[in-house]
């Protein structure tokens, strides 16, 4: 079983098997697809592509299971999702309009990380003294706070011990999420649907 889940989980060994067994049968199938299907360029680039995302994913169980200090690995799985991407038509074309849709809204990401990245020197600047909590202390805890604090998990504890000692620096953290959580998050999202949209439309 794996940690803390009901989820079945195959011994290493069934594991290696199976995998490298799924892998002859879709290399067999990419090979046979080439010879059957019309040929063109792309085609055979992503052949290319998924033959070598398999040997290097094979190359990788194969250490694993070799190398008694490595017991998982985290390349294979995500190797597997490019293989997905890849193979299936129907994902390939839907993730193609999803990064053009995230390509075009760049200019809306770039504002947000200037306000992430503002907000971060002001409160290690604000709050980077204070012994009460180490929260602001330094700029790459300050980052992990404010980040965290965009999806308000940590407030308002994190804002506790500044605002017994000055309750102004509530005004920090109010603004921080009234602009991110109200303003910022939205316009993405609006911006996000726009740019669908106005993709979609093209088409038609």
Same mark, same amino acid.
Request: net charge positive; aromatic share 14%; proline share 2%.
């Given at each position: 079983m794996y940690p803390n889940s009901e989820l079945f989980k195959f011994p290493p060994t069934v594991a290696l098997v199976l995998t490298f067994t799924a892998y002859v049968f879709?290399?067999?199938?990419?090979?046979?697809?080439?010879? +059957?299907?019309?040929?063109?360029? /792309?085609?055979?680039c992503r052949s290319i592509s998924m033959c070598a995302i398999m040997l290097f994913s094979a190359g990788d169980l194969i250490w694993v299971?070799?190398?008694? /200090?490595?017991?998982?690995?985290?390349?294979?799985?995500?190797?597997?999702?490019?293989?997905?991407?890849f193979f299936i038509r129907a994902i390939r074309e839907i993730w193609i309009q999803f990064?053009?849709?995230?390509?075009?809204?760049?200019?809306?990401?770039?504002? +947000?990380?200037?306000?992430?990245?503002?907000?971060?020197?002001?409160?290690? +600047?604000?709050?980077?003294?204070?012994?009460?909590?180490?929260?602001? /202390?330094?700029?790459?805890? /300050?980052?992990?706070?404010v980040f965290i604090l965009f999806t308000v998990s940590n407030y308002p504890d994190v804002s506790m011990?500044?605002?017994?000692?000055?309750?102004?620096t509530a005004l920090y953290f109010w603004a921080y999420l009234l602009i991110g959580i109200f303003l910022l998050s939205n316009?993405?999202?609006?911006?996000?649907?726009?740019?669908?949209?106005?993709? +979609?439309d093209s088409r038609l």
């Open positions: 879709l290399a067999i199938f990419v090979v046979m697809r080439l010879f +059957i299907k019309k040929r063109s360029s /792309s085609a055979i299971s070799l190398d008694k /200090s490595r017991t998982v690995t985290w390349v294979v799985p995500i190797l597997n999702v490019a293989l997905l991407l990064t053009k849709v995230l390509i075009k809204s760049v200019p809306v990401f770039i504002i +947000i990380l200037a306000y992430f990245l503002l907000f971060v020197l002001i409160g290690f +600047i604000l709050f980077g003294q204070n012994t009460d909590n180490l929260a602001f /202390s330094t700029i790459t805890s /300050s980052m992990y706070t011990a500044y605002f017994e000692n000055n309750r102004y316009l993405l999202l609006a911006q996000i649907f726009i740019n669908y949209k106005t993709m +979609i």
